[in-house]
């Protein structure tokens, strides 16, 4: 099954001067040694690379199941003179959640019985190929 | 155990807070944070036309209304509300002290973080100071730009006010850990080289410095489970002992205090984790050890800390020009269309009258059709309304003026539907960049002075 980041994760994300940082946070503690593998820096950069320019850095935190990403060149030269609508990055952890991610069998199920009734439709993508015209895609792939 | 809480996380936040951290349950410190970066660039503007002015005027009417409650309960108060004059500040409460009959107030005042003087004097800076990131510019290029700069205090000069016996604490500029870590040192007796106890609050204090970040507000993993946000509670940290803390709030109030709620306040505005460097210490967040111990408890352990750097850091402001930015709706038939057309007219019309490269930089957003998320985001539809952002930089003041006349005429001459444009004309807005240094610790000296009513008191 393919489905977004955010099924995964939860999080947050602020400015640094012209950098931003997402904090990625996995919903179960069993969750992190999948997430940790999957969210290289790599990927993470090709994902946000039509909204940031620079390198991005990767830290772990297993103490918190948590990992937190420094993106540079995020801002359109810093939160105090970007003309950014989003200036300080506040929506950058949204937009990385947006991330597809194939989740092997035995995960589907786990993520199925967190969320229940209340898994958001638009976070399960169901067709192969339905991201493909997505930024990124070929990162992924 | 001492309860520490949070009542203001910028100049801006949500005014019931403090009332209701007061009002709602025992409380023995209050800590409020008003200074973001730039914050002082503008307080200083203020101060430099009367020199009365230059702190958080809204603390002075809220503290001042409580004043009463806060004295009779013996709360203590600490807040980075003196911006570039803590001074002036501490006097207009003891003015709001008088009038309501409080007698016998004592309010603490910290300062020495104002190093602009120091650092502009002929013949170069009298404090050696190098970028805080190597890539920056070197300070010798932004010096005769300068407009502020400040020096990131840490929790000394607060302790030493309360040792002195303020009930209530104003600093300028200072870190937003230190406003939490303070009391803990006072209380607590933490020594000066006690590194995990040092980071311990340090910590703390970055879990409630942003106040309802870490209980529910802006909250990711399910903002629709937050219980009662019309009245979500602030945080507050209980600290029982050197290396031990509760992340809580008010019973009575909204919100909840679990793991993922302090967690994704914790990962907030962090780079290295294992180095989270403040002027009291070093911080390392892969030690920390979160526990949910009750309903709305979440116990912190495990923090190890190492010794703060011998510099500090100081955030200068210089002048970068002028900007404007201005906004019209379109709406359906065909909005994202009409509003990506108006924004290349506005954009070609300007430049045609005012000839080309007299920006630095254009941006212009369609706001609904991803403003934000841009090529990550959904596709945009058949979308029943689009908001036209245009924005542009100038070294010149009238160039942006004029940007803001054209965007405004287009309401009349450019494609039809468009509306929302109420607010009138754009202005220029002056544009202010924050440079970060690192100074010598040894060439900073903080003070603390605690004033009182009864004693009339020296204009500095």
Redesign the interface.
């Given at each position: 099954m393919r489905v977004r980041l955010f099924l995964l994760a939860?999080?947050?994300s602020?400015?640094?001067?012209d950098m931003v940082?997402i904090?990625?946070?996995a919903?179960r503690d069993e969750w992190y040694d999948f997430l940790s593998r999957e969210l290289t820096a790599e990927r993470v950069r090709g994902?946000?690379e039509?909204?940031a320019h620079g390198e991005v850095e990767r830290?772990?935190?297993?103490?918190?199941s948590?990992l937190?990403f420094?993106v540079h060149e995020a801002l359109?030269?810093?939160?105090?003179?970007s003309?950014?609508?989003?200036a300080q990055g506040k929506?950058y952890?949204?937009?990385l959640?947006?991330m597809p991610l194939e989740v092997p069998p035995e995960l589907e199920g786990e993520v199925r019985a967190h969320w229940g009734e209340t898994l958001p439709a638009?976070c399960i993508i169901d067709t192969p190929g339905a991201i493909d015209d997505?930024?990124g895609a070929e990162e992924r792939l | 155990m001492i309860r520490i809480a949070s009542g203001q996380a910028f100049w801006g936040d949500w005014p019931q807070a403090p009332f209701l951290q007061v009002r709602s349950g025992p409380i023995d410190y209050l800590v409020l944070d008003y200074l973001a970066e730039v914050t002082m660039a503008i307080l200083d503007k203020q101060h430099r036309r009367d020199p009365q002015a230059g702190y958080a005027r809204d603390f002075v009417d809220d503290i001042g209304d409580l004043l009463p409650e806060i004295v009779d309960r013996n709360i203590k108060v600490i807040a980075s509300a003196g911006g570039v004059n803590p001074r002036a500040c501490a006097q207009a409460l003891l003015a709001r002290a008088k009038e309501q009959g409080v007698a016998g107030l004592r309010v603490g005042i910290v300062e020495g973080d104002e190093i602009l003087g120091s650092l502009t004097s002929e013949g170069g800076p009298q404090i050696p100071i190098t970028p805080l990131d190597p890539t920056e510019a070197p300070f010798q290029e932004v010096a005769p730009k300068l407009t502020s700069a400040h020096v990131y205090l840490g929790a000394d000069a607060i302790v030493e006010a309360l040792r002195e016996g303020a009930q209530i604490v104003i600093t300028g500029r200072c870190t937003d850990t230190a406003l939490a870590l303070a009391p803990m040192i006072h209380e607590f007796d933490i020594r000066s080289d006690d590194w995990d106890a040092l980071a311990l609050g340090t910590i703390c204090g970055h879990i409630i410095e942003c106040g309802a970040q870490s209980t529910g507000g802006n909250y990711l993993e399910n903002w629709r489970a937050v219980p009662e946000p019309e009245c979500i509670g602030f945080p507050i940290v209980e600290i029982s002992a050197r290396d031990h803390a509760v992340i809580t709030k008010h019973e009575t109030l909204g919100g909840f205090v679990t793991l993922p709620s302090v967690k994704e306040q914790l990962l907030y505005e962090i780079g290295d984790p294992s180095a989270y460097i403040t002027a009291d210490c070093i911080a390392d967040f892969t030690t920390i050890e979160l526990e949910q111990v009750g309903k709305d408890r979440v116990a912190i352990g495990g923090v190890r800390g190492r010794p703060a750097p011998d510099t500090l850091k100081v955030s200068c402001v210089y002048d970068a020009g002028w900007k404007v930015s201005g906004q019209i709706t379109y709406c359906w038939p065909e909005a994202l269309d009409k509003a990506r057309a108006a924004g290349d007219l506005v954009r070609r019309r300007t430049e045609d009258r005012l000839g080309e490269g007299k920006f630095d930089e254009w941006l212009i957003e369609t706001v609904g059709a991803g403003a934000c998320l841009g090529a990550v985001g959904p596709t945009p539809g058949d979308l029943p309304e689009v908001v036209l952002r245009v924005s542009a930089r100038s070294s010149q003041r009238a160039y942006c003026e004029y940007l803001g006349r054209e965007l405004i005429g287009l309401v009349l001459t450019g494609p039809p539907g468009a509306t929302g444009y109420a607010g009138g004309r754009p202005r220029a807005s002056q544009l202010r960049a924050i440079w970060s240094g690192l100074v010598p610790r040894s060439q900073i000296h903080p003070r603390a002075e605690v004033l009182t009513a009864e004693v009339p008191t020296n204009e500095s």
């Open positions: 939860h999080g947050r602020g400015d640094k001067g940082n904090g990625v946070i919903r994902f946000l039509t909204l830290y772990e935190l297993p103490n918190l948590a937190n420094l359109g030269g810093g939160g105090s003179i003309l950014r609508l989003d929506t952890a949204q937009a959640f947006r638009d997505e930024p | -």
